[in-house]
């Protein structure tokens, strides 16, 4: 049997959309421009702190929400799948964040990662052009029910 997402394949794109960000985030360059020119800002060092290990810590617990809530969202996604090992997906997850265990190989080299950021945005794609066709397919319908009513309707009748 062929794995299917369905109608869940909006809030998975979504999800994978933000999972993506998060990792072209973590890049050398955006790293890079992190320390040197975002808490470098003027703003950024009169309004928040001019403490620059403050504003990283900042930042990095900023990526660690971002994956949490990502993490949360996935485990209540899991729940609907059939396959055990992903409706377990909250469980292993607090493993692997606790203990550093990856039975599951969740830590990928920066080459497999990339592989499957290419494939990640594929699906994104195909799901931004699914939804974009269901729009167009429903203005259609509202259109030709529209059409079907002026028909039915003759003035003077």
């Not at 062929?2 to 979504?14: D, M, N, Q, R, W």
């Not at 040197?36 to 403050?54: C, M, Q, W």
């Not at 997850?93 to 945005?121: C, H, I, L, T, V």
């Amino acid at each position: 049997m062929k794995p299917t997402i369905g109608i869940l394949a909006f809030e998975v794109s979504s999800l994978m959309s933000k999972l993506l960000h998060l990792w072209r985030s973590l890049s050398d360059s955006q790293i890079s421009k992190l320390r040197h020119e975002t808490i470098a800002l003027e703003g950024i060092r009169k309004v928040v702190s001019d403490d620059d290990d403050f504003l990283l810590r900042l930042a990095c617990d900023e990526f660690t929400e971002i994956l949490r809530s990502a993490a949360d969202s996935i485990s209540i996604l899991s729940k609907k799948c059939t396959d055990i090992e992903v409706r377990t997906f909250d469980r292993s997850f607090k493993e692997y964040m606790e203990s550093g265990s990856d039975p599951n190989r969740w830590a990928m080299s920066w080459k497999e990662m990339d592989s499957k950021s290419k494939k990640m945005d594929r699906h994104i794609g195909s799901t931004a052009s699914l939804y974009k066709e269901m729009e167009e397919l429903s203005d259609s319908e509202i259109v030709l029910k529209k059409l079907v009513q002026a028909s039915h309707f003759k003035p003077g009748k």
